[in-house]
């Protein structure tokens, strides 16, 4: 069974920090790797993707990739209210096989 | 560009009961997903299709259907409706599962098993 794991929260941070999310994943052979935002009652959108180790960044939001650990990481900059949601990774293995979610971790920014 | 369209976007059935949750792509991707997600957990794969004529079970498929007719839709067929059912159904499509395999997904239809 190919598990992606996420600490399900609340991550609690004050507006204007840096928001930590993590995730891990059983599968070796997993390539490509993605973060999706869930608002409260709307469907997921992606944020960033990454499949190369290392940093990725997108303005506010870098993704970070260290397939040697099994993980991969969401950082958020000068986070704002609007950020809190639910955040969702999501990893995809070889072929032609779906992605498989973890529960997700739910972010709240106090203004 | 509508996306990926779901109907109904809420349902409420009795215990026993069938119905089929519709779900429609404009972008011409070949591949679908159908996933559920019940509160506080992630999205679980209960179906999914790589093209027309071609379906293939997830992780929770058991009490569902699938058929895929055409490259546009993907409908899920629910028989004999029980509680454990209730949870939101998201449909989901991609151009391919090589990489990025974005996914596009639909608004969502919440489903109540009474």
């Known amino acids: 069974q190919k598990e992606v794991e996420q600490n399900s929260g609340p991550l609690s941070v004050p507006e204007g920090a840096i928001a930590s999310l993590n995730c891990t994943y059983s599968?070796?052979?997993?390539?490509?790797f993605f973060w999706y935002r869930q608002y409260s009652g709307k469907s997921p959108e992606l944020i960033m993707f990454i499949y190369s180790n290392g940093d990725k960044e997108d303005g506010r939001f870098t993704a970070q990739l260290n397939k040697a650990s099994q993980y991969v990481s969401l950082l958020i900059r000068d986070s704002q209210p609007s950020d809190s949601a639910t955040y969702l990774c999501a990893v995809k293995t070889s072929g032609n096989t779906p992605l498989v979610f973890g529960k997700g971790t739910r972010l709240s920014v106090i203004a | 560009n509508a996306g990926v369209t779901q109907t109904p976007k809420f349902r409420i059935l009795k215990i026993g009961q069938s119905m089929t949750l519709q779900c429609a792509q404009d972008?011409?991707?070949?591949?679908m997903y159908w996933y559920r997600q019940d509160p506080g957990m992630g999205l679980k794969l209960i179906y999914y299709s790589v093209g027309a004529g071609i379906t293939d079970k997830g992780e929770v498929p058991n009490g569902y259907n699938v058929s895929r007719s055409t490259t546009e839709d993907f409908p899920l067929r629910l028989e004999l409706a029980a509680p454990s059912q209730t949870s939101v159904y998201f449909c989901?499509?991609?151009?391919?599962?090589?990489?990025?395999?974005?996914?596009?997904f639909g608004e969502g239809s919440r489903l109540t098993v009474l």
């Open positions: 972008m011409n991707h070949n591949y």
């Open positions: 599968d070796r052979g997993s390539q490509s």
């Open positions: 989901a499509s991609s151009y391919s599962t090589g990489s990025p395999g974005e996914l596009f």
